[in-house]
């Protein structure tokens, strides 16, 4: 079963208009964490935003933040006022355990959005 | 801060021959880091977890003699494609884990791998 999912695989949205980008789980392990990362044409991975399995309130970084929805597993990436150099693909991952000796991300697929000016 | 810087970007060698690709995390010291393998349009392939002095664990289907990993320092790691063939271009990407509250792990820009 995929243990990350991401059910968009494209997205167009309108340039200043407000993105989500979906992202559920599966874990059993209470300890967890989940990232996002961007990845542009040029291919390097830039991250985005984490968030805990146990922190209270969900992570904001600027213009990112995450719809963490524990009891849905879900953890939606919010991008505000969306621009043009917001084109990328985008990742989801997850990490399991915590500050485990050697911890793995497990990824999803992956949704390419792009912006429309 | 949590630079990761890799080298080379970009390579085209022929086949047979073997290509040395280095991950360095500029600003933090990594006890851990990680080689990944990416196919065009695919998501990211874990190929190895390297450990500062210690032997790196492959994944499965991974072949360690093929790929060559060294983790000799808390801020390097390396990655040799022996006897490369065209089947082995790639996008290689590195990351290093930063023992931060969050643990996340940073990216260096990737390798392009061409064999001819």
């Known amino acids: 079963a995929q243990k990350i999912t991401q059910t968009q695989p494209g997205m167009f949205v309108q340039e200043k208009e407000a993105v989500t980008l979906d992202c559920t789980y599966d874990t059993s392990d209470p300890s967890y964490g989940l990232f996002w990362y961007k990845q542009p044409s040029s291919g390097e991975m830039i991250f985005l935003i984490y968030q805990g399995s146990y922190d209270q309130q969900n992570a904001t970084e600027g213009r990112y933040s995450l719809n963490f929805q524990k009891a849905r597993k879900s953890a939606n990436l919010v991008i505000s006022a969306s621009q043009l150099g917001d084109s990328a693909m985008y990742f989801c991952?997850?990490?399991?355990?915590?500050?485990?000796?050697?911890?793995?991300?497990?990824w999803g697929a992956g949704t390419k959005l792009i912006i429309k000016p | 801060g949590a630079v990761v810087s890799q080298h080379p970007s970009r390579v085209i060698c022929k086949s047979g021959t073997s290509v040395k690709i280095e991950c360095r995390s500029l600003d933090f010291q990594a006890t851990t880091m990680f080689w990944y393998r990416q196919f065009p349009k695919k998501s990211l392939m874990l190929m190895a977890t390297?450990?500062?002095?210690?032997?790196?664990?492959?994944e499965q289907g991974v072949e360690k003699d093929k790929f060559l990993i060294n983790h000799a320092s808390l801020t390097l790691s390396t990655l040799t494609v022996t006897s490369a063939h065209p089947e082995d271009s790639s996008f290689y990407i590195c990351?290093?884990?930063?023992?931060?509250?969050?643990?996340?792990?940073?990216f260096g820009p990737g390798t392009r791998l061409t064999v001819l």
């Open positions: 990351s290093a884990r930063a023992l931060r509250s969050s643990d996340t792990q940073y």
């Open positions: 390297s450990n500062e002095g210690s032997k790196a664990t492959y």
């Open positions: 991952a997850m990490r399991e355990g915590y500050m485990d000796s050697n911890y793995q991300l497990i």
